[in-house]
């Protein structure tokens, strides 16, 4: 299944690439929309006892995770000056990878 989620979102951003749309501008409705219909999904999915709305509904929760983070990075990469990438995308990176494994210590 995570293939599947990596594979889709990956084609969805390419996909909105080929988009021309001002993102600046559009930006906050995008999310807002991605957001509602994600949590609208996420609280179906709570409710369902079919297993194949759960797997639809984690691949379209995954997919546009993995869409509004790739605008949400170039639209920062847009605005910030060019010594600044590797700080900006190092933090975020180091932040991740700071809480990935605290999950499993609390086991």
């Given at each position: 299944?995570?293939?599947?989620?990596?594979?889709?979102?990956?084609?969805?951003?390419?996909?909105?690439?080929?988009?021309?749309?001002?993102?600046?501008?559009?930006?906050?409705?995008?999310?807002?929309?991605?957001?509602?219909?994600?949590?609208?999904?996420?609280?179906?999915?709570?409710?369902?006892?079919?297993?194949?709305?759960?797997?639809?509904?984690?691949?379209f929760?995954?997919?546009?995770?993995?869409?509004?983070?790739?605008?949400?990075?170039?639209?920062?990469?847009?605005?910030?000056?060019?010594?600044?990438?590797?700080?900006?995308?190092?933090?975020?990176?180091?932040?991740?990878?700071?809480?990935?494994?605290?999950?499993?210590?609390l086991?």
């Amino acid at each position: 299944m995570e293939a599947a989620t990596t594979l889709t979102g990956a084609v969805v951003v390419l996909a909105v690439g080929f988009v021309r749309l001002d993102w600046s501008r559009l930006g906050d409705y995008a999310i807002l929309v991605a957001s509602l219909l994600g949590g609208s999904v996420l609280a179906a999915m709570g409710r369902m006892d079919q297993i194949w709305f759960a797997y639809a509904g984690y691949l379209f929760f995954r997919m546009s995770y993995q869409l509004l983070m790739t605008v949400a990075s170039f639209e920062i990469a847009k605005r910030i000056e060019r010594d600044a990438f590797g700080l900006v995308f190092g933090i975020n990176t180091w932040s991740d990878n700071g809480q990935n494994p605290s999950p499993k210590l609390l086991k």
